[in-house]
């Protein structure tokens, strides 16, 4: 199954600090939820850019979604 990468993505100064915190908001959705996802992070894109992300099956993305609003979405690849 195609896996998902839901990102919130945020800028400014303070951007990989509330990137960093958001990761943690959404690990506590994840277990509240009770959720089989075990892949989140966050990545630094640049100085004044950073993204939180989790990443989902298919079939699960619409209630995720719905619920966290992401503000954006992609394909997920593994491979680097």
Same mark, same amino acid.
């Given at each position: @199954?195609?896996? *998902?990468?839901?990102?919130? !993505? =945020?800028?400014?100064? !303070?951007a #990989?600090?509330?990137?960093?915190?958001?990761?943690?908001?959404?690990?506590? $959705?994840?277990?509240?939820?009770?959720?089989?996802?075990t892949?989140?992070?966050?990545?630094? *894109? #640049?100085?004044?850019?950073?993204?939180? =992300?989790?990443?989902?099956?298919?079939?699960? @993305?619409?209630?995720?979604? !719905?619920?966290?609003?992401?503000?954006?979405?992609?394909? $997920? #690849?593994?491979?680097?």
């Amino acid at each position: @199954m195609r896996k *998902l990468k839901l990102i919130w !993505d =945020f800028r400014g100064p !303070d951007a #990989s600090k509330i990137a960093e915190h958001h990761e943690i908001h959404l690990k506590e $959705y994840i277990q509240l939820e009770k959720l089989n996802i075990t892949i989140t992070g966050v990545e630094t *894109l #640049s100085e004044l850019h950073t993204l939180a =992300f989790l990443v989902v099956n298919e079939d699960q @993305m619409k209630p995720i979604r !719905d619920a966290l609003k992401p503000h954006r979405g992609e394909v $997920y #690849s593994d491979e680097k």
